[in-house]
């Protein structure tokens, strides 16, 4: 669903870089208190592998493709304001490097793929843990129906931006009628991806999920037939002790098969936004990429002949520089925590 440069005229696309500006300044103080030494490398990998799985277009209809958008799943594991960052930064990766989504529409693109998939997909993920049972199948239900309705809700938002200030006269009903379809199909995938990515993080470590903590699961015994809870261990190892190098090091692994190999066979149809403007005329305005000349222009290395190689060593390129912008950001922003912790403790020292 990157917006392309020419969709939403220049006042329109100055507002939203304006509503993006205040929304990532907010997502950068929330952050304080959402990272540590243990999450902020964490943030990091999350906005690679986001980056990473959305170069694996999946075909949802006939000559249509979709891709994860990634909000839900970034606010579930790493909390909601880092979750924003976290898309900020692989947007911002993307249209400087890669010439995807354009630069003017960057402010469209953090809004509808950021702002809105987070809030939406985290205040209903919010819900849905009170009301369920604590335990881990209902954090990863929780995760698909939140997914699930974060995507249709950021097509009705680009609907909405695209009312205010689209460059075409096509009727905002069909706009809309058309995002929302074809958005909901998009959604299951996103809804799937986001389940599997979340369930196998609390499967192994459950205390790095932002949105599972305080979920405990008991050890149960069978006794007599029956399960008991088994009595806690006298001296149990601190979760917050352990370290998260070996979840890292999976995650970029991963992150990088995902992008350098499997992305080969992703599929070439264009996804949902693409092919509703294509269909109903919005692409009209449409203008060249002011990064199309980027040696990364259209995820594939320049002067590389084999596509395969070429868009492999792209997607290992793009996980590489996300990881470093993201994990030396939130590395920035949890030193930030730190300062301020240190200040207050020596005011009230004073």
């Known amino acids: 669903m990157h917006v392309p440069d020419g969709f939403i005229n220049a006042p329109v696309s100055a507002a939203a ?51 994860l958008l990634g909000g839900a799943l970034a606010a579930i594991l790493v909390g909601p304001y880092t979750g924003v960052l976290c898309i900020a930064v692989v947007l911002l990766m993307q249209g400087v490097l890669f010439a995807d989504g354009g630069l003017t529409a960057l402010g469209v693109n953090v809004t509808v793929m950021g702002v809105v998939t987070v809030v939406v997909a985290y205040a209903l993920f919010r819900g849905l843990v009170l009301v369920l049972p604590r335990t881990r199948r209902s954090v990863t239900v929780a995760s698909f129906v939140a997914a699930l309705v974060s995507v249709p809700a950021a097509a009705t938002a680009f609907t909405a931006i ?74 149990p190892v601190a979760a917050a002790t352990r370290s998260p190098r070996r979840l890292w090091i999976a995650g970029v692994v991963t992150a990088l098969v995902l992008a350098g190999f499997v992305s080969f066979y992703a599929s070439a149809s264009p996804d949902g936004l693409e092919k509703v403007a294509a269909d109903k005329g919005i692409d009209a305005q ?54 301020d912790r240190t200040a207050a403790s020596a005011s009230e020292t004073v």
């Open 162 to 235: 695209y009312a205010l200030g689209g460059t075409t006269d096509v009727p905002i009903g069909k706009v809309l009628t058309a995002m929302v379809g074809v958005h909901v199909l998009i959604g299951v995938g996103e809804a799937v991806i986001t389940m599997l990515t979340v369930g196998a993080v609390i499967a192994v470590r459950p205390d790095l999920v932002h949105g599972a903590r305080g979920l405990t699961t008991p050890l149960k015994l069978r006794v007599g037939g029956e399960l008991v809870d088994a009595a806690p261990a006298a001296r």
């Open 17 to 67: 870089g304006v509503v993006a500006a205040g929304a990532v300044a907010v997502a950068l103080r929330g952050a304080r208190k959402e990272l540590d030494e243990r999450t902020a490398p964490l943030a990091g990998l999350v906005a690679a592998f986001i980056f990473a799985v959305q170069m694996l277009n999946f075909p949802v209809a006939a000559g249509t493709s979709g891709h």
């Open 286 to 339: 449409a203008k060249p990429h002011a990064a199309a000349d980027s040696p990364l222009a259209d995820y594939g290395v320049k002067d590389v002949s084999d596509a395969r190689l070429s868009g492999g060593l792209a997607g290992v390129i793009g996980v590489g520089a996300t990881l470093a912008v993201g994990t030396g950001a939130f590395w920035v922003v949890r030193r930030r925590r730190t300062a």
